[in-house]
């Protein structure tokens, strides 16, 4: 099963400095650039959550 980092905002919705710094650890933590991202919207269509699968075994 594969293991999957997430990322939330500081305030509720994320800015993209903090998408840019999830990105950043991400990659850090060993997730590939084919890797797809799963993200969480807010009811105004805000980016709430990011979540990428890590390591060798990723669910696509």
């Known amino acids: ?23 950043q650890h991400a990659r850090n933590a060993g997730a590939k650039g084919d890797r797809y991202v799963y993200a969480v919207l807010s009811t105004s269509g805000k980016i709430k959550e990011v979540g990428v699968d890590i390591g060798d075994s990723a669910d696509y």
Do not use: V
């Open 1 to 23: 099963m594969p293991s999957r980092i997430k990322f939330s905002g500081a305030e509720k919705d994320m800015t993209l400095e903090q998408l840019e710094d999830a990105i």
